[in-house]
């Protein structure tokens, strides 16, 4: 699976793609909306999974969704934050409460893609 994360506090951006590697997918990290929106846009072939921080200096989270899921209606969304949120009602975007542990994170990306989550 092609994942893309997207978050300011890269410490955590960094131990996400570790994990994420270590499960066999391959991980791209920024810590800007913006170059990550034109990553997303342009990406051949695309990202297969979003994981961004609700809150962030230039764009929210849901802004940045938003944008990739008009892109890319079949990408999925983890929306990540340390507040608890109401989720949109779009099947295609989840939401995790921080701190997590890296078993939630993995629980979360499968029930994304209804079980099917797998490394590619």
């Keep these: 699976m092609r994942i893309l994360i997207v978050d300011d506090e890269q410490s955590l951006t960094r131990l996400l793609q570790r994990h994420l590697q270590n499960a066999g997918h391959a991980v791209q990290c920024y ?27 230039q764009m929210s989270g849901l802004e940045i969704a938003t944008a990739a899921l008009a892109h890319n209606p079949k990408l999925r969304v983890l929306l990540c934050s340390g507040y608890p949120i109401e989720p949109p009602s779009d099947h295609r975007i989840g939401f995790l409460l921080k701190p997590f542990m890296p078993r939630m994170l993995t629980d979360a990306i499968d029930r994304l893609f209804g079980g099917t989550a797998s490394a590619s």
């Design 31 to 57: 810590s800007e909306p913006k170059p990550a929106l034109l990553d997303l846009e342009s990406a051949v072939p695309s990202y297969d999974l979003l994981i961004t921080d609700m809150s962030m200096p």
